[in-house]
């Protein structure tokens, strides 16, 4: 029999389920990931279950990874596992075997979100001058998509229709961005093209249009687990209804507490849909076995102001510090406040603390250039994680699209994005050569401008020479070929060609090299497409890590500062005002348990937000955290100590309230 003597009574409850439908409302350190693992070794070694029977369905590559590793260290060595990834991995997997049957081959190219959205993007040109109604018109279409929608769907088409009309688009607009909506996805089919909407939608309209597929899949599944369940969209739930086994034996795991992704179409509602829909049994885990009792108990008051949630009681297991966990440091400005954080962090780097113990999380992307430039001052080592992921650097798309269009000679997205490379080739240029009927568009460029056409055929020999090389050259190809290391120097991010070797391309090439295997060069191609598409991020190293909130998601640190505990930033406002309030408290109580021993509040009075610097008291959120944390204020020492005070306004008060403490 499984042992599961070590999990808590919650736990073992969960680990104990066998068949029907349940929910598992897992709060933040309360150890999700353990449980749901040995759930499967459990249900695989005890009710015999085939691992091809199982199914589990991860938010991100990174906790796929973390749950094989999981189940191969309670495996016998060498044992088959059941397929574990993301929605879209297993959405890629089922369109390769099954694909064909709906008239899509096993062999296409994976475009990203933002090479999808240019693509739409030119072909909406023709008909929507805008470029703000165009983002519009694209607007509605990813979220109509993510709704499980399809444009090729007679039934679908009044939904988009209406979801158009509801954007303040006219009659006359709303038939010509149908009409382009639909060519994109045709555009998309006959370029061998798939986005990530794709991988999720072409699975329900093959199933669809595959019921005796359907059923097989159904019959074979005896147990499906999906994790971070409050993170799926509509789409992912249709797909996950679509796959349900006869026995409904399927396990959500998730906290609605947690949602943070609205913003990217994801449905919290899906748990609650779920439960009601299903009848589902519901467990609870409820101990925190990450952070002190002072950091679990605020975050809980906090995220207890939202309505409408799944009721939970986080309790905290670990005892109380000698010293108080939180604390909240003032500053004038966020130059001081990034300072003052440096001050922080290598104090506790005197003390012994491991520079990758240390996170600093912030709401918004612009406070990196200030803390990068304190921490370096203070020579403290750190990485930016979040904003940026290796596959989130322009050169590193760049270097991807040249990889794609080696691959498929039609792949528009790419070729949209490898216009950059030749000054003068504009939106109605590339939509020209993607006209072209031929099996290579860019092979007509000769019809072009005499100027731009001529890059435009050097390209495109650049291009088949990539080609031929294979894509164990791709990092060379791109150092060596003049028009992308001119767009590189253009850009005045990258040195100069042999001053140094590229890192992240390197890195790329690193990536490529270990995965490659044998196979012609069609094949090769395909397994170095296959495998950037399942990176997340670069090699992480020992460094502080800089983060969005966003990105920490899932992560934790011994010693966590909050950069930006101020109105306007916690919770976020655009346009002046809060636009999902819920959301935002929720992203704060992510934050707040993402520290074990110590949280750093850090508030400045004077912020730039979307109309420049502004004066703005403490976060709402301070008095909601039903605490008071130890109070540091630096705003007297870092004004009197700067010798150029930011305005004379600023000096005057400081000086005002100095002499009036003499």
């Known amino acids: 029999m499984h042992r599961i003597l070590s999990l808590d009574p919650d736990q073992k409850l969960v680990v104990a389920h066998s068949q029907g439908p349940a929910a598992v409302l897992a709060g933040a350190g309360s150890g999700k990931t353990r449980c749901t693992t040995e759930r499967a070794l459990r249900r695989l070694a005890?009710?015999?279950?085939p691992p091809a029977s199982m199914v589990l369905l991860t938010f991100t590559n990174r906790a796929a990874a973390?749950?094989?590793?999981?189940?191969?260290?309670?495996?016998?060595?060498?044992?088959?596992l059941p397929f574990i990834g993301t929605f879209h991995a297993f959405g890629r997997q089922l369109l390769r075997q099954h694909g064909s049957r709906i008239g899509i081959p096993a062999?296409?190219?994976?475009?990203?979100?933002e090479d999808s959205r240019r693509m739409l993007d030119t072909l909406l040109a023709g008909v929507l001058t805008d470029r703000r109604r165009r983002q519009a018109a694209i607007a509605v279409h990813e979220a109509c998509t993510a709704r499980g929608l399809d444009i090729a769907a007679e039934g679908d088409l009044r939904a988009f229709h209406d979801a158009l009309s509801a954007a303040d688009f006219g009659p006359v607009a709303i038939a010509r961005c149908l009409q382009r909506f639909r060519r994109f996805e045709t555009q998309k089919r006959e370029s061998g093209l798939l986005d990530y909407s794709d991988l999720i939608l072409l699975c329900s309209r093959?199933?669809?249009a595959c019921p005796e597929l359907a059923a097989e899949l159904r019959d074979g599944y005896r147990d499906i687990t999906v994790d971070e369940a409050q993170d799926t969209?509509?789409?992912?739930?249709?797909?996950?209804?679509?796959i349900?086994?006869?026995?409904?034996?399927?396990?959500?795991?998730?906290?609605?507490d947690q949602a943070i992704y609205e913003w990217r179409h994801a449905r919290p509602d899906n748990l609650k849909d779920f439960i009601a829909?299903?009848?589902?049994?519901?467990?609870?885990?409820e101990r925190n076995y990450r952070s002190r009792p002072d950091i679990v108990d605020s975050a809980a008051r906090l995220v207890a102001h939202n309505s409408n949630r799944l009721e939970k009681t986080p309790r905290p297991v670990r005892s109380a510090n000698d010293k108080p966990s939180l604390h909240l440091h003032l500053y004038t400005d966020t130059p001081a406040l990034a300072g003052g954080i440096a001050a922080c962090i290598q104090r506790s780097l005197d003390r012994g603390l491991a520079p990758d113990h240390i996170a600093v999380l912030y709401r918004k992307k612009r406070m990196v250039r200030d803390l990068e430039s304190a921490l370096l001052e203070h020579g403290i080592p750190f990485e930016v994680r979040g904003s940026l992921d290796l596959l989130g650097h322009a050169d590193v798309r760049m270097m991807l699209a040249a990889a794609r269009l080696a691959a498929n000679p039609r792949d528009g997205g790419a070729l949209i994005r490898l216009a950059e490379l030749i000054p003068g080739l504009g939106s109605r240029g590339v939509g020209r050569l993607l006209a072209q009927t031929g099996s290579d568009p860019l092979a007509a460029a000769a019809d072009l401008r005499p100027d731009t056409a001529t890059a435009a055929l050097e390209l495109h020999r650049a291009v088949e020479r990539l080609r031929r090389l294979g894509p164990k050259a791709l990092a060379r190809w791109c150092r060596e070929t003049p028009l992308f290391s001119q767009w590189l120097q253009r850009r005045r991010r990258e040195p100069p060609p042999g001053s140094r070797k590229y890192p992240r391309l390197q890195a790329v090439q690193r990536i490529l090299d270990k995965r490659l295997g044998a196979g012609d060069a069609a094949r090769q191609w395909q397994q170095a497409l296959d495998a950037l598409a399942a990176t997340g991020s670069d090699d992480q190293g020992n460094g502080v890590v800089l983060s969005t909130i966003h990105a920490a998601k899932g992560l934790e640190w011994p010693e966590v500062h909050l950069a930006g505990f101020t109105e306007g930033l916690m919770p976020l406002e655009r346009d002046g005002r809060v636009q999902n309030a819920a959301e935002e408290r929720r992203l704060g109580y992510v934050a707040i348990t993402r520290a074990r021993e110590c949280l750093l509040l850090h508030h400045a009075d004077l912020i730039t937000l979307d109309g420049g610097p502004q004066s703005r008291p403490t976060s709402p959120y301070l008095q909601e955290l039903g605490t008071s944390p130890r109070q540091q204020d630096h705003r007297i020492k870092a004004a009197a100590g700067d010798a150029r005070p930011?305005?004379?306004?600023?000096?005057?008060?400081?000086?005002?309230e100095q002499l009036s403490k003499t």
């Open 46 to 49: 005890e009710d015999r279950l």
């Open 277 to 285: 829909q299903y009848r589902a049994q519901v467990y609870r885990l």
């Open 66 to 80: 973390e749950m094989r590793d999981r189940l191969q260290q309670g495996l016998p060595a060498g044992a088959e």
């Open 107 to 113: 062999r296409t190219t994976q475009m990203d979100g």
């Open 244 to 256: 349900a086994p006869p026995c409904r034996s399927i396990l959500l795991v998730g906290d609605d």
């Open 206 to 208: 093959l199933l669809d």
């Open 646 to 656: 930011k305005t004379g306004n600023d000096w005057l008060a400081v000086m005002r």
């Open 233 to 242: 969209d509509g789409a992912q739930f249709r797909l996950l209804q679509r």
